[in-house]
């Protein structure tokens, strides 16, 4: 077991500034959460123009939901732990090149099967960047703030869905469907060099290696560690990195966190896949019905700055349970009223303030639970299993207006797995509160 004492390397991690290296770190991986969210949200937006090109009924794209989000699953399943064995950076590259590669083919696609089986690569590479961000933002943020600035960096998803709908509500009349992947393909190529030139590798693993180049020396001494201390003692991986999300008295957590992200992400990924196609099976155009259900994403951009605060001042697992049971209340009132299009607007912005901002508090408070050590696969593996919930809504939405339920009723059942998720926080906030100090490998 660990001592009391934290090794000089990770104290010094732990402890350490915020400043222009961290700051330039958080900001490039929010800028790579907002073309990640662009793309995320790229299949949803397209599919009420697909559904006109193609003659086909929304209810058809349902396979190209459904592959997206299978494929978010298997990036975060299999870059979890490729990244806290070799490293955040190679990752973060990797996912771009997909994601730009496999958003550019897109613009090729002539059936669904086709797009389907494209949008499963993207989605590949849309899971593997999540964790990789996430963990290595992580490792330049210290203790006392690392929840809030995840948080933050978490806020570039809704970003890039909420900027990107506004972009493509005006292109879209203009170049058709093809236009969306092609912006697609462009955003992370964009940020390749910038990832390649700008962004540092993690601490942690630069020490690992050892073999300093002189920028690399010189990084490590900005952040006060020795350039020629040794790999002893450092919070990195060992043995199985998912088997470690279950010993130390994580196994509880683990559970809890994976059920909340599950049962989160079937209310996300239900009410935002379907949530363009719905609106305009209930009348709106295609260029509108994208327009309004981007206003999901910007709620996000609002709730932060009152949900960080307060998961500062209160545990993160009080904040939810209260965002939650609000985003039941919104979700309710479009399913079952059929509102004029001004409340509609201002409902559907709750409802990302309250499903989508949850999501954010959630990362945020993910990162903080993990150590060092399987912070890349506690991530990656939550984001991964809440992607089985990620799967199931898509296909949800589809099931349910095939045996003809009415449009916006569909949205009803995200009320039931919200309340599973308000639930899962409220156990959690009691496992949280009574667990003991979580051991340190770094320690002497």
Known sequence: MAGPNLSATEAALEGQR????????????????????????????????????????GAAFASSFVMSSVGIMAGALISGPIGDRTGRKPVLLASLILLMVSSLACVWAASVPALAALRFFTGFGIGTLMPATVSLSSDYLPDRLRASVIMVVFTGAPLGGFLGGQLVAQLLPIYGWKVIFVIGGILPMLLIPVVLFWLPESPRFLVKRGRLTPRAAALLQRLKIDPTATGDGLDVASGNPVAGLFRDGLAPITVLVWTLYFANLISMYLIGYWMPTVLHMSGLTPADSVFAASLRDAGPLLSIFILAPLSQRFMPQSVLAFSLGAGIVAIGVVGLLDLPYLPLLVTIFVIGCCTTGSMTVINGMTAALYPARVRNTGMGWALGIGRLGGIGGPWLGG?????????????????VTALVAAVSVILLRLQVRRRP?????GRA
């Open 18 to 57: 915020i400043g222009p290296l961290q700051l330039r770190v958080a900001a490039i991986c929010l800028l790579a959460q907002t073309f990640d969210g662009y793309d995320l949200s790229s299949i949803s937006m397209a599919a009420p123009a697909l559904s006109q090109a193609w003659h086909l009924p």
């Open 399 to 415: 099931l349910l207006l095939g045996l003809g339920w009415p449009p916006r009723q569909i949205f009803l059942f995200a009320c």
């Open 437 to 441: 100090p979580l051991p340190v490998l």
